[in-house]
């Protein structure tokens, strides 16, 4: 079992930036491949960054490719997204999530098997 839970979310103004964490519990983390979604009222969940288990390769959505940056702390069992050049179409409750390793990176929300409780990020204009 997994259990993850996400802080650092916040109100920022257009441009500023934020760092999210999602710490995990398990003695199997190391090995679960890492994600982060968002999602908004009324629209559904939104794929934002992946990384593998080792950190050694990452994905990212187009929407944030350049922006942000997805890391991981396996000593301390942390994920982070590094978020800068905030946008307000950035605004949404942001989430982490676990998969058992994959060939490629996963995507889709429903492949993935673990989930945070969200941090809400807010970007002003």
């Known amino acids: 079992q997994v259990q993850l839970v996400e802080t650092g979310g916040g109100l920022v103004q257009a441009g500023g930036s934020l760092k999210l964490s999602c710490a995990a519990s398990g003695r199997t983390f190391m090995y679960y491949d890492m994600g982060w979604f968002r999602q908004t009222p009324g629209k559904e969940r939104e794929f934002v960054a992946a990384?593998?288990?080792?950190?050694?390769?990452?994905r990212y959505a187009d929407s944030v490719k350049g922006r942000f940056t997805i890391s991981r702390d396996n000593a301390n069992t942390t994920i982070y997204l590094q978020m800068n050049s905030l946008k307000p179409e950035d605004t949404a409750v942001y989430y982490c999530?676990?998969?058992?390793?994959?060939?490629?990176?996963?995507?889709?929300?429903?492949?993935?098997?673990?989930w945070g409780q969200g941090t809400q990020v807010t970007v002003s204009s």
């Open positions: 999530a676990a998969v058992r390793p994959r060939p490629i990176m996963v995507v889709t929300p429903n492949a993935y098997d673990y």
């Open positions: 990384i593998n288990w080792s950190g050694g390769i990452t």
